[in-house]
């Protein structure tokens, strides 16, 4: 057995204990996703289609995992808003740390802001945005993001103290709180 197959094994027996969904074929691509990402140490799609165990071209592993990513009928936050349950159960007295940072994509026209929670030399999201245009954002832009995650987080969390972590700086190690 491929180590992706037996990853995948894994991460399926938990992730069906915790997300019910009506069509099962969309939470085995979101899993066989999961594996690619885990195992390719990356967002990026041809190192997530190299850690797919299928007997296809990369190229043809990239365009499907391209369609189940922009599949219209797929409800990310239902998804992972129950495995992030399950890894919040248990924190009711942790006094969290929040991280908003932003990254720019397609050459400037895109601008991704995330929210994560903090956890030891880890960050992990809570939340994110995509918002088109480059420079400075408004922070009300984002407004709906930022409420979802404070919506989310009193549910688990006795505190929240939120850092701002700029992305140049975070590439040369240096922290802003």
Known sequence: MSSSQELYN???????????????????????????????????????????SMETKAESRVSLIRRRLMNPYVKV????????????????????????????????RWQIFRVSLRHGCRAIPLVWTIVEGEGLMKVSRLKGMLEKAERFLKKYVQRVTFLRMLASAAAHGYNYA
């Open 77 to 108: 936050w239902g998804f992972y808003k129950k495995v992030l349950e399950h890894v919040l159960a248990g924190w009711s007295e942790v006094e969290a740390d929040i991280i908003l940072d932003g990254v720019l994509v397609f050459g400037g």
């Open 10 to 52: 894994r991460l399926n027996t938990k992730l069906r204990e915790l997300v019910h969904v009506k069509n099962g074929k969309q939470a085995t691509n979101w899993i066989w996703i999961i594996v690619g990402i885990l195992q390719g140490q990356s967002l990026n799609l041809s190192k997530i289609a190299n850690n797919l």
